[in-house]
């Protein structure tokens, strides 16, 4: 999509949070110093299928709005008679042009909106099924209830920028990581409601007193073994439904940070500016952590992972080590008592602290976690 009305930003979140959808938007993909033409037709050239999104003003608009749909109509004329490839989508109440009027439209404006995103979604699931793309599998979900975000492997940009003036030293340099497996990564962190059957289970006390204990809210006061202990009383509970090979266990410090802010080193999980409508932070005056997901899927990450900006802070399996992350230098060792890195912010800091690549090691009280299904780490 490119130069969308409000109501395509809020789409375009909305397919960003579907696991087997990487929507490509112009203000969210091109970067100060591209080629924006050559991009763009790279981004047509690539692209499954294309959401034309039509309002009176754009339909009547000359220029290079219509350019870039002649770009997409002659790109359509190479695929195979009745491919699934433009689909015209409706913002505002519009006639399509004559051009697009041979495609079946749909509607995504007011009172039409969730009808429309499930018309938008079944034809695009129409089209992942001719590629033979599996949109289940991106997506595990336990008989607990507990849904985890496939996060494929490969390269991402870790850290900030040397001239980021938000990021503390600890985060420098940027660096490329590339982690070589797939992993899955909960959704959301683990809450009062699944943490209480842990304690029962173990005859242990939770960690906050009943009034906090809210349960769709993330647990807070976990210290790191309890972490570990969790994902070890998980492994048992549910090992019959892991994938073979793979177990249940807190995140590196590499799988959270690729999980929060995908392959393009972005400041938020959503995106490079900040929006305090998007996440739990003190911008909000909230003063006090949310339901899980409260934010979703405007905050979620290109991964469909929910408040990894804000809320609460999360415990990770590293160590505090300097850069750049090399997983095989010690720091992902569980034997030492050293202090291990948190991450993601909390309601009570400010968005410097909420940001991906923040890196933070000190005592605080609002300390949860999340889950990751991964490969086991080396003992």
């Known amino acids: 999509m490119t130069n969308p009305p409000p109501e395509g930003d809020e789409l375009y979140q909305k397919l960003r949070a579907e696991p087997w959808i990487q929507p490509w938007l112009d203000e969210e993909e091109l ?9 763009i037709e790279k981004a047509v050239e690539t692209a499954d299928a294309i959401i034309v999104c039509l309002t009176k003003n754009s339909i009547s ?58 018309r938008l979604l079944g034809s695009l699931k129409k089209r992942a099924d001719s590629l033979g793309v599996n949109t289940s599998s991106n997506k595990i ?14 390269k991402f940009l870790m850290g900030s920028k040397n001239d980021n003036i938000l990021a503390n030293d600890d985060e420098y340099p940027q660096h490329i990581v590339d982690i070589p497996y797939n992993f899955w990564m909960a959704r959301f962190p683990v809450t009062n409601e699944l943490y209480n059957f842990y304690v029962k289970s173990k005859r242990i006390s939770h960690p906050v007193f009943r009034f906090y204990r809210i349960q769709d809210h993330p647990v807070v006061k976990v210290k790191w073994t309890d972490a570990i202990a969790y994902c070890q009383w ?3 509970l549910l090992k019959a439904e892991l994938p073979s090979g793979l177990v249940l266990r807190l995140p590196t410090e590499a799988e959270w940070e690729k999980a929060a802010r995908g392959t393009d080193g972005r400041e938020y999980p959503w995106g ?7 996440c739990n932070t003190a911008e909000g005056g909230k003063r006090v952590n949310t339901p899980v997901g409260l934010y979703s899927p405007r905050g979620d990450s290109p991964y469909g992972c929910a408040d990894m900006a804000g809320n609460v802070w999360e415990w990770t399996h590293s160590l505090k080590k300097g850069y750049p992350y090399k997983a095989n ?5 569980e034997k030492t008592s050293a202090a291990h890195v948190r991450r993601g912010g909390s309601f009570k800091n400010l968005e410097r602290l909420a940001r991906c690549a923040c890196r933070y090691f000190f005592l605080l009280n609002y300390i949860g976690f999340r889950v990751a299904i991964a490969p086991p780490l080396p003992k």
């Open 329 to 333: 230098d010690g720091r992902e060792d």
């Open 31 to 39: 970067y100060p110093g591209q080629d924006w033409d050559m991009e």
């Open 272 to 278: 490079n500016e900040f929006d305090k409508n998007n």
């Open 234 to 236: 998980m492994n048992n």
């Open 141 to 154: 979900v336990f008989s607990n209830g507990m849904e985890f975000m496939r996060v494929p492997a490969g």
């Open 61 to 118: 608009k000359e220029g290079y709005v219509q350019r870039e749909l002649r770009i997409v109509l002659d790109y359509a004329d190479y695929k195979p008679e009745g491919t699934l490839y433009i689909i015209p989508l409706r913002l505002e109440e519009c006639e399509p042009p004559r051009s697009l009027r041979k495609w079946q439209y749909a509607d995504y404006f007011e009172g039409q909106r969730e009808r429309g995103f499930e």
